[in-house]
């Protein structure tokens, strides 16, 4: 036998090797870069406004490192095999998402409409809270397996999440979108951010158990196999309360998440390209069904194909019409390559959404194309290890719920950044972990939590091969 045999492995790129790094003095190092570099921007802020270092720079900077410290500890503790990329990339973008918050604070035009002035602590709260949801996470959640247990009940709690804007006296209609919730003493909620992880866990569970029956064609039509007409109920299914959620909630945000993220999913567990071909279809043609009677939907599909008309209606003081999308493309315009600068911008004129749907254009203005740029790639970063995650994930629940996260995430950064491009119609949903709002950064740190987990039991080293009393006593009786 060739001593290969014999020999364990103690390569670290094999996922699972005995004697494998943890690899999380690697996260601390980035996370100082991650912390850092918020702190940095935040100075450069209070020069640009003010003409000196802001006052809160110093407990600014000591608060977030606290914050990422505590969540590094945690994974240290609880999940020391875990992915070392991801907590430092949510850290960057929280940092940098509570340094435009706060720089929009400052502005005289967003306060004089009560639109300004205490954001920035908020955020900062609802970011300790995100972080320690992070860390409950770890604690309790010590195998993700357990939440496959839980498939029907997820799928009942969404559901309940998804309807909760819906019963009189507690949801509330704020801008055209009934996705929100009001909370004495707190505020809105948006419970459709929960709702995404829930069904992520819905769908890895039911997918994984139904994926064979789901991956078998009848018929070949096009180039495509074609599902078996008993096979296409969930997506019908599926596909009908999505359309119920852009009717009742008139909010499409939402809607193409919840639909995207299982047309995904269903890809993956079944291998099937003619499931994506459904999905497309049927997304389409709900969208264009919706639209063509729902008036909330018309008008952010006007304000995308004709976004200067909309915005000369707005001057003109016509109801029911929004400068914003114009607004958003003129600070884009105005950025060019490089940026007028942190703090330099007037990307305030988008008035009460500037923090929350629209903060995106202040970077795109203030940092110009290459910071946007930078910006989509921790975006993309964040998404590649949650893949790669489910790649190394040594079990098809995992695999299912990684991918389903690391979906819905590109879906929610992809669905906020094209509206404010341009390049799709405007949602209400709100940029992971940058944009003003207290759910999202609670959804988004519970969501990279999971995330962490899977990839610490798919990383951790397989235990090492008890000694077998048989083989040592064969090998001291072995004649030479």
């Not at 850290?91 to 920035?120: E, F, H, P, Y």
């Not at 247990?149 to 507690?170: D, E, H, K, N, Q």
């Not at 999971?450 to 951790?460: V, Y």
């Amino acid at each position: 036998m060739s001593s290969s045999t014999n020999t364990p492995s103690h390569h670290t790129s094999t996922i699972g090797a005995i004697g494998a790094p943890s690899r999380r003095n690697t996260e601390l190092a980035l996370l100082v870069f991650a912390v850092v570099i918020p702190v940095f921007a935040y100075a450069n802020v209070g020069l640009a406004i003010d003409d000196k270092v802001p006052t809160g720079l110093l407990s600014y900077g000591l608060g977030l490192g606290l914050l990422a410290g505590v969540a590094h500890l945690g994974v240290r503790k609880f999940a020391p095999y875990a992915d070392p990329l991801l907590l430092p990339l949510a850290t960057l973008l929280n940092g940098l998402g509570l340094v435009v918050i706060w720089r929009l604070d400052q502005s005289k035009l967003l306060q004089s409409i009560n639109q300004a002035g205490n954001a920035a602590p908020r955020q900062l709260l609802y970011t300790a809270l995100g972080i320690a949801f992070f860390v409950v996470v770890l604690i309790f959640l010590k195998d993700h397996r357990v939440l496959q247990r839980y498939t029907y009940i997820s799928m009942f709690a969404a559901l309940v999440l998804l309807l909760l804007p819906l019963v009189p006296g507690l949801g509330a209609n704020i801008y055209g979108a009934k996705i929100w919730i009001k909370i004495p003493g707190l505020g809105s909620l948006q419970p459709g951010e929960f709702a995404k992880i829930a069904l992520a866990v819905f769908f890895a569970g039911y997918l994984m158990v139904k994926r064979d029956a789901l991956a078998l064609a009848s018929r070949r039509f096009i180039g495509l196999y074609l599902p078996r007409g008993r096979d296409l109920g969930p997506i019908l299914v599926v596909w009908f309360i999505s359309i119920l959620i852009l009717v009742f909630e008139t909010d499409l945000g939402t809607s193409l998440l919840f639909f995207g993220m299982f047309i995904i999913m269903l890809y993956v567990a079944t291998e099937r390209t003619s499931w994506i071909v459904f999905g497309l279809l049927m997304s389409a043609a709900g969208a264009v069904g919706v639209a063509t009677f729902e008036p909330h939907v018309q008008q952010r599909v006007q304000a995308w194909l004709d976004p200067m008309k909309e915005y000369k209606l707005s001057q003109a003081g016509a109801a029911g019409h929004s400068e914003q999308s114009m607004q958003a493309l003129w600070a884009f315009g105005s950025g060019g390559t490089l940026g007028s600068g942190l703090g330099q911008g007037h990307s305030d004129l988008i008035r009460f959404a500037a923090n929350s749907d629209f903060i995106l254009a202040t970077f795109g203005e203030e940092l110009g194309l290459a910071g946007i740029m930078a910006i989509l790639l921790i975006y993309g970063l964040i998404v590649e290890r949650g893949v790669r995650t489910a790649l190394a994930a040594r079990d098809p629940f995992g695999k299912l719920l990684a991918v389903g996260l690391s979906g819905a995430f590109a879906l929610q950064v992809f669905v906020v950044s094209g509206g404010v491009m341009g390049l799709i119609p405007l949602t209400g949903m709100t940029m992971p972990f940058m944009a003003y709002g207290g759910s999202s950064v609670l959804a988004n740190w519970a969501l990279i939590g999971i995330l962490i987990r899977i990839s610490d039991t798919a990383r951790r080293p397989a235990p090492a091969p008890a000694p077998s009393p048989d083989a040592e006593m064969t090998q001291v009786v072995r004649p030479s």
